[in-house]
């Protein structure tokens, strides 16, 4: 027999030994173990009522509260493309399967999903789509029966100080809530170019990438506002949050799924850039055009001569409310609403005068 054959032998005796000296080693010891019970649970008595308040509130909510997910189509190359995922939150409006969310969620989505509970990501439809609010509703292909449209309330009674509740899916963890309170009150939330959202709430309740389009809830677990931006170098929760009013929602969401659009409030002009503006000097809103047939025409107001570069009529207050953006323009019609009839403060020729403007709706 070989050498190493012999070697091998030994060496294999030798494990087995070493083995079954560790398994009599570990019995000793075994044996040696003091026995260790389990402690016994410490009872306590039932929730506080502000907890069990909190625990109903979720309960009750949290079945309106959607996760959406969407596809986007995003070009590579002249031939090319991939699919990018894109995730947020939202919230049942309604039984026909309306969700409400915000414009920015769902923006270039080619293909839209929303899961409630624990069920599988159902298909649905974007219906209507509102950039100038960073509002949109889609609409459940196929609407399940048991659908949990979250309770309204109003944002106009809010009072800072007040407590106030966000559901939402965080970096997709679903269904998470987090409390805080009213921080401020009628902010403004710049949205496109020309325009911002007024009367915006502000909140130290945890919002993060995934709350966006998903409920803030008043301690009742009624709808008070839309999660919609943070305020932070980071992207993540810094203690200032921003949610859409839910007065706004409530006049936005049902032309958005009647019409497929906001209305959008306006006097008729076409108004020289802000940027072009501020270099100037000028404070005010400068008209660069006015249609025939406007209500601004109809007013007599007078735009920028493009021949001369002669200015015509500054407007620098609505009902008495000094404007010196485009954007705080278009708030103050916001406020005064599609139907009334401004007065509008003007200045030409570095002189002052009122003018009378009806505000029709610029999207009809």
Excluded: C
């Excluded at 485009?326 to 916001?334: A, C, G, K, Q, Y």
Aim: charge should be neutral; proline fraction near 7%; aromatic fraction near 4%.
């Amino acid at each position: 027999m070989p050498a190493h054959a012999d070697t091998l032998r030994i060496h294999r005796w030798a494990l087995v030994a070493l083995l079954l000296a560790g398994a009599a080693g570990v019995a000793v010891l075994a044996r040696d173990l003091p026995k260790v019970e389990s402690r016994a649970v410490t009872p306590r008595g039932p929730l506080p009522s502000s907890e069990l308040s909190l625990v109903e509130l979720f309960q009750n909510a949290a079945p309106s509260v959607a996760y959406i997910t969407t596809e986007i189509l995003q070009p590579t190359g002249f031939f090319t493309a991939t699919v990018a995922k894109g995730a947020g939150s939202g919230f049942v409006w309604d039984d026909n399967g309306h969700v409400v969310t915000n414009n920015h969620v769902v923006e270039g989505a080619r293909n839209v999903f929303v899961q409630l509970d624990a069920g599988e990501p159902a298909e649905a439809r974007i219906v209507g789509t509102a950039p100038d609010y960073d509002l949109a509703v889609v609409k459940l292909t196929k609407p399940p029966r048991n659908l949990r449209p979250i309770p309204l309330g109003t944002s106009r009674d809010l009072r800072i100080g007040q407590s106030v509740y966000a559901i939402g899916n965080p970096y997709g963890l679903q269904r998470t809530l987090t409390h805080g309170i009213v921080s401020a009150l009628g902010r403004e939330l710049p949205t496109t170019e020309f325009r911002e959202v007024a009367g915006v709430i502000q909140t130290d309740t945890a919002i993060n990438p995934g709350n966006s389009g998903g409920p803030l809830l008043d301690s009742a677990g009624r709808l008070i506002g839309v999660n919609t931006a943070i305020r932070s170098e980071s992207g993540s929760s810094a203690g200032i949050g921003f949610a859409i009013p839910a007065d706004l929602v409530n006049r936005v969401v049902p032309s958005l799924i009647s019409r497929g659009r906001a209305p959008l409030p306006g006097i008729g002009i076409n108004p020289v850039s802000p940027d072009l503006v501020a270099r100037a000097g000028i404070t005010g809103v400068v008209i660069a055009e006015v249609p025939r047939g406007t209500p601004a025409a109809q007013a007599g107001l007078k735009a920028l001569n493009r021949d001369t570069g002669k200015l015509g009529d500054i407007i620098v207050a609505v009902n008495g409310k000094p404007v010196d953006t485009v954007s705080t323009f278009v708030v103050e019609l916001d406020k005064a609403g599609i139907g009334s009839t401004v007065d509008l403060t003007v200045v030409r020729d570095e002189k002052k005068r009122h003018v009378k403007v009806e505000v029709i709706d610029l999207a009809q």
